[in-house]
């Protein structure tokens, strides 16, 4: 019997990949074969990467910055090509609190870099692959996109706000192209230490977790334009 032969390495950028979900889809992704940009603003964490994973490119940038956003699409573009797969995934949680306690200044950068951080990086990659004619982009949502609980309404502003642009992306994207909404499930990461506290260390690590996701994000396809989806187990 012949082996199938392999897939061709897919070219993935990723926002938000120096902690958490980003971080182990990086190891995921490159252990499968495929190619990774990254980009997240802990300078460290970038270095490291690049050094632990030569011939991927990882870049210090801050998604709520639309010009440092352009630069990094162009370099993404120039460097590794038109992605495959956009995986807008950098995000923040808002330490819990009332709505009416928690100060403009945190509500804004918690809108700046969920909301309008993923508007940059669609402005900035999605010309390119409409002009290629291909590409997934998933942005990364919650349950928290379509259910709510009290002290974390500005992060479910945020993450409602995700799942309206993605289904409306979605109606303007070429035929061949998607556009899909993914909750990843509950992990215990830093985010959900700010949400949950202790308790957050009784679900899943990312490591696990990435089992499922990196499987989940390599089967979208263009069928799943306009779905929101949810990764299941843990
Ligand atoms: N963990 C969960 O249970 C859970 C549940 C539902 C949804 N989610 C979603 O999953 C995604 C990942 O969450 P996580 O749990 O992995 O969070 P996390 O551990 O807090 O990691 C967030 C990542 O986003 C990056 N980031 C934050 N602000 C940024 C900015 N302005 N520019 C560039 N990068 C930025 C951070 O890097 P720097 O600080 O270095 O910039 C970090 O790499 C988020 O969209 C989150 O809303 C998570």
């Not at 926002?15 to 190619?35: F, K, Q, Y």
């Not at 100060?103 to 508007?119: E, H, Q, S, Y």
């Amino acid at each position: 019997m012949t082996k199938p032969s392999p897939r061709p390495p897919r070219r993935i950028a990723i926002t938000g990949v120096t902690r958490g979900l980003g971080r182990v889809l990086v190891d995921g992704l490159i252990a499968e074969g495929h190619v990774v940009a990254g980009c997240g603003r802990s300078e460290a964490a970038i270095q490291a990467l690049q050094r632990q994973y030569a011939g991927n490119r990882f870049s210090v940038m801050d998604v709520t910055q639309d010009r440092q956003v352009a630069q990094w699409a162009a370099h993404v573009l120039k460097t590794v090509g038109v992605p495959d797969l956009l995986i807008c995934n950098a995000a923040l949680m808002n330490d819990p609190a009332p709505l009416w306690e928690i100060d403009a200044l945190a509500f804004d950068r918690l809108i700046d870099t969920n909301v309008k951080g993923v508007a940059n990086t669609l402005r900035h990659f999605l010309p390119a692959m409409i002009a290629a004619g291909k590409g997934i982009v998933v942005t990364v949502s919650s349950s928290w996109g379509k259910t709510t609980s009290p002290n974390v309404a500005p992060y479910c502003a945020s993450k409602f706000a995700i799942e309206g642009l993605t289904q409306a992306l979605a109606q303007e994207l070429p035929k061949g192209m998607a556009a899909v909404a993914v909750s990843p499930g509950v992990i215990a990461t830093d985010m959900l230490r700010q949400a949950f506290g202790a308790d957050a260390d009784n679900h899943d690590g990312p490591e696990v977790w990435a089992k499922r996701a990196v499987p989940f994000l390599l089967r979208l396809t263009a069928k799943h334009n306009g779905q929101s989806l949810r990764i299941e187990g843990g």
